[in-house]
Protein backbone atom coordinates (compact mmCIF):
# COMPACT_ATOMS: atom_id res chain seq x y z
CA UNK A 1 0.00 0.00 0.00
CA UNK A 2 1.33 3.63 -0.61
CA UNK A 3 2.69 5.25 2.46
CA UNK A 4 4.96 8.41 3.01
CA UNK A 5 6.84 8.52 5.57
CA UNK A 6 8.45 12.16 6.78
CA UNK A 7 10.93 12.44 8.98
CA UNK A 8 10.73 13.73 12.83
CA UNK A 9 9.53 17.33 14.47
CA UNK A 10 12.41 19.74 14.49
CA UNK A 11 12.39 22.83 16.73
CA UNK A 12 14.88 25.89 14.88
CA UNK A 13 16.07 29.65 15.57
CA UNK A 14 14.87 32.34 13.08
CA UNK A 15 17.03 32.85 10.74
CA UNK A 16 17.96 28.96 10.40
CA UNK A 17 17.16 26.00 7.73
CA UNK A 18 15.04 22.94 7.77
CA UNK A 19 15.27 20.03 5.49
CA UNK A 20 11.86 17.70 6.05
CA UNK A 21 12.26 14.34 4.01
CA UNK A 22 8.63 11.76 2.98
CA UNK A 23 10.39 8.21 2.41
CA UNK A 24 7.70 7.19 -0.13
CA UNK A 25 6.48 3.46 -0.57
CA UNK A 26 4.41 1.21 -2.48
CA UNK A 27 3.93 2.94 -5.83
CA UNK A 28 6.18 4.53 -8.47
CA UNK A 29 7.96 7.17 -6.44
CA UNK A 30 9.64 8.80 -10.15
CA UNK A 31 5.80 8.22 -11.76
CA UNK A 32 3.81 10.58 -9.54
CA UNK A 33 4.78 14.01 -8.95
CA UNK A 34 5.42 15.26 -4.88
CA UNK A 35 3.58 18.17 -3.50
CA UNK A 36 3.92 20.14 -0.68
CA UNK A 37 1.60 21.92 1.79
CA UNK A 38 1.70 23.63 5.14
CA UNK A 39 -0.69 24.15 7.90
CA UNK A 40 0.12 26.54 10.49
CA UNK A 41 -1.45 25.78 13.94
CA UNK A 42 -5.46 26.17 13.74
CA UNK A 43 -5.34 27.19 9.99
CA UNK A 44 -5.89 26.27 6.91
CA UNK A 45 -3.82 24.35 4.18
CA UNK A 46 -1.14 26.37 2.00
CA UNK A 47 0.42 24.47 -1.21
CA UNK A 48 3.82 25.57 -1.26
CA UNK A 49 5.52 23.68 -3.92
CA UNK A 50 6.12 20.65 -6.59
CA UNK A 51 8.72 18.35 -7.31
CA UNK A 52 8.55 15.84 -10.41
CA UNK A 53 10.72 12.86 -9.02
CA UNK A 54 11.73 12.07 -12.60
CA UNK A 55 13.59 15.00 -14.00
CA UNK A 56 13.92 16.43 -10.69
CA UNK A 57 12.34 19.68 -12.28
CA UNK A 58 9.94 21.78 -9.57
CA UNK A 59 8.42 25.18 -8.73
CA UNK A 60 7.37 26.53 -5.63
CA UNK A 61 4.54 29.37 -4.57
CA UNK A 62 5.55 32.73 -5.57
CA UNK A 63 5.91 33.63 -1.80
CA UNK A 64 8.45 30.40 -1.08
CA UNK A 65 10.99 31.25 -4.60
CA UNK A 66 14.11 31.83 -2.85
CA UNK A 67 14.10 30.52 0.10
CA UNK A 68 12.36 26.85 -0.92
CA UNK A 69 14.68 23.74 -2.03
CA UNK A 70 13.24 20.54 -3.58
CA UNK A 71 15.20 17.75 -4.12
CA UNK A 72 14.82 13.88 -4.33
CA UNK A 73 16.66 10.63 -4.01
CA UNK A 74 15.22 8.69 -6.71
CA UNK A 75 17.64 5.40 -5.13
CA UNK A 76 15.50 6.00 -1.75
CA UNK A 77 12.39 6.83 -2.86
CA UNK A 78 12.59 10.24 -0.85
CA UNK A 79 11.91 13.89 -1.28
CA UNK A 80 12.92 16.65 0.71
CA UNK A 81 11.89 19.98 1.44
CA UNK A 82 14.12 22.55 2.59
CA UNK A 83 13.36 26.03 3.55
CA UNK A 84 15.56 28.57 4.64
CA UNK A 85 15.58 31.99 6.15
CA UNK A 86 13.27 30.44 8.91
CA UNK A 87 10.88 33.36 10.63
CA UNK A 88 8.10 32.51 13.34
CA UNK A 89 5.22 32.56 11.06
CA UNK A 90 7.03 29.54 9.08
CA UNK A 91 5.69 27.35 12.47
CA UNK A 92 3.62 24.50 10.85
CA UNK A 93 3.09 21.33 10.16
CA UNK A 94 4.58 20.31 6.56
CA UNK A 95 3.16 17.74 4.33
CA UNK A 96 4.34 15.92 1.52
CA UNK A 97 1.29 14.82 -1.09
CA UNK A 98 1.68 12.23 -3.95
CA UNK A 99 0.03 13.33 -6.93
CA UNK A 100 -1.68 10.91 -8.97
CA UNK A 101 0.35 11.40 -12.32
CA UNK A 102 0.31 15.19 -12.46
CA UNK A 103 -3.02 15.68 -11.41
CA UNK A 104 -4.93 15.68 -7.62
CA UNK A 105 -3.30 14.85 -4.27
CA UNK A 106 -4.31 11.29 -3.57
CA UNK A 107 -1.78 10.49 -0.39
CA UNK A 108 -0.26 12.36 2.75
CA UNK A 109 2.70 11.98 4.92
CA UNK A 110 1.72 12.37 8.15
CA UNK A 111 3.36 15.73 8.50
CA UNK A 112 6.31 17.19 9.97
CA UNK A 113 5.63 20.08 12.55
CA UNK A 114 8.31 22.45 12.56
CA UNK A 115 8.63 24.86 15.45
CA UNK A 116 10.56 28.33 14.52
CA UNK A 117 11.77 30.53 17.97
CA UNK A 118 13.08 33.42 18.24
CA UNK B 1 -4.06 32.34 -8.04
CA UNK B 2 -7.60 30.84 -8.04
CA UNK B 3 -9.40 31.62 -5.21
CA UNK B 4 -11.75 29.07 -3.45
CA UNK B 5 -14.39 30.14 -1.15
CA UNK B 6 -16.62 27.56 0.98
CA UNK B 7 -19.87 28.28 3.04
CA UNK B 8 -20.50 27.68 5.47
CA UNK B 9 -17.34 28.11 7.49
CA UNK B 10 -19.14 25.60 10.32
CA UNK B 11 -22.56 23.26 10.85
CA UNK B 12 -24.13 21.58 13.21
CA UNK B 13 -25.83 18.23 12.04
CA UNK B 14 -27.89 15.59 13.70
CA UNK B 15 -26.95 12.03 13.54
CA UNK B 16 -28.16 10.64 10.22
CA UNK B 17 -29.47 13.95 8.63
CA UNK B 18 -27.26 15.64 5.80
CA UNK B 19 -24.75 18.10 5.83
CA UNK B 20 -24.31 19.83 2.51
CA UNK B 21 -21.15 22.12 2.07
CA UNK B 22 -20.08 24.48 -0.51
CA UNK B 23 -17.53 25.96 -2.44
CA UNK B 24 -17.21 28.66 -4.92
CA UNK B 25 -14.11 29.21 -7.29
CA UNK B 26 -12.86 32.52 -8.64
CA UNK B 27 -12.67 30.92 -12.21
CA UNK B 28 -13.47 27.45 -14.28
CA UNK B 29 -12.02 24.78 -13.34
CA UNK B 30 -13.34 22.55 -16.13
CA UNK B 31 -10.49 21.81 -18.94
CA UNK B 32 -11.86 21.90 -22.31
CA UNK B 33 -9.26 19.74 -23.67
CA UNK B 34 -10.39 16.62 -21.60
CA UNK B 35 -13.89 17.71 -20.03
CA UNK B 36 -12.33 16.66 -16.64
CA UNK B 37 -13.28 19.47 -13.51
CA UNK B 38 -10.13 19.48 -11.21
CA UNK B 39 -11.46 19.85 -8.19
CA UNK B 40 -11.31 17.61 -4.77
CA UNK B 41 -12.46 17.26 -1.06
CA UNK B 42 -10.72 16.13 1.68
CA UNK B 43 -11.40 15.37 5.44
CA UNK B 44 -9.40 16.22 7.73
CA UNK B 45 -9.84 14.99 11.45
CA UNK B 46 -7.63 16.54 14.55
CA UNK B 47 -4.00 15.68 14.66
CA UNK B 48 -4.40 13.75 11.56
CA UNK B 49 -3.37 14.80 7.91
CA UNK B 50 -6.15 15.47 5.17
CA UNK B 51 -7.34 12.52 3.77
CA UNK B 52 -9.17 13.05 -0.18
CA UNK B 53 -12.60 11.81 -0.67
CA UNK B 54 -13.87 12.92 -4.03
CA UNK B 55 -11.74 13.98 -6.54
CA UNK B 56 -12.55 15.35 -10.63
CA UNK B 57 -15.92 17.18 -8.27
CA UNK B 58 -18.15 13.90 -8.09
CA UNK B 59 -15.77 11.01 -8.05
CA UNK B 60 -15.42 8.42 -5.11
CA UNK B 61 -11.94 7.55 -3.86
CA UNK B 62 -11.55 4.27 -3.06
CA UNK B 63 -12.75 3.21 0.70
CA UNK B 64 -14.67 6.36 0.80
CA UNK B 65 -18.20 5.38 2.27
CA UNK B 66 -20.95 6.05 -0.39
CA UNK B 67 -22.43 8.36 1.80
CA UNK B 68 -20.26 11.10 0.71
CA UNK B 69 -21.07 12.81 -2.70
CA UNK B 70 -19.41 15.90 -4.63
CA UNK B 71 -21.84 17.35 -7.32
CA UNK B 72 -21.10 21.18 -9.48
CA UNK B 73 -19.16 22.13 -12.42
CA UNK B 74 -17.25 25.08 -13.68
CA UNK B 75 -17.46 27.38 -10.15
CA UNK B 76 -20.08 25.71 -8.01
CA UNK B 77 -19.71 22.98 -6.08
CA UNK B 78 -20.76 20.59 -3.46
CA UNK B 79 -19.84 18.15 -0.88
CA UNK B 80 -23.04 16.54 0.42
CA UNK B 81 -22.93 14.26 3.44
CA UNK B 82 -26.13 12.17 3.55
CA UNK B 83 -26.74 9.95 6.80
CA UNK B 84 -23.96 11.95 8.97
CA UNK B 85 -22.64 9.33 11.18
CA UNK B 86 -20.15 10.43 14.45
CA UNK B 87 -17.01 9.83 13.16
CA UNK B 88 -18.00 12.05 10.37
CA UNK B 89 -17.24 15.39 12.52
CA UNK B 90 -14.17 16.79 11.26
CA UNK B 91 -13.23 19.73 8.69
CA UNK B 92 -13.76 19.61 5.22
CA UNK B 93 -11.69 21.09 2.44
CA UNK B 94 -12.36 21.65 -1.13
CA UNK B 95 -9.02 22.26 -3.05
CA UNK B 96 -8.63 23.33 -6.86
CA UNK B 97 -5.72 21.64 -8.98
CA UNK B 98 -6.71 23.26 -11.86
CA UNK B 99 -3.02 24.79 -11.77
CA UNK B 100 -0.43 25.74 -9.64
CA UNK B 101 -0.45 26.78 -6.85
CA UNK B 102 -2.62 24.54 -6.02
CA UNK B 103 -5.55 26.43 -3.48
CA UNK B 104 -7.88 25.33 -0.91
CA UNK B 105 -11.01 26.83 0.35
CA UNK B 106 -10.78 27.78 4.28
CA UNK B 107 -12.70 24.59 5.48
CA UNK B 108 -15.35 23.59 7.30
CA UNK B 109 -15.90 22.38 10.42
CA UNK B 110 -18.89 19.93 10.93
CA UNK B 111 -19.90 19.13 14.36
CA UNK B 112 -22.69 16.64 15.46
Known sequence: ?118 | DIVMTQSPDSLAVSLGERATINCKSSQTLLYRSNYKTYLGWFQQKPGQPPKLLIYWASTRESGVPDRFSGSGSGTDFTLTISNLQAEDVAVYYCQQYFTTPWTFGQGTRVEI
Open chain 1, 1 to 118: QVQLVQSGAEVKKSGASVRVSCKASGYSFVGNYMHWVRQAPGQGLEWMAWINPNTGGSDSAQKFKGRVTLTRDTSISTAYLELSGLRSDDTAVYYCVKSWGNSYGDYWGQGTLVTVSS
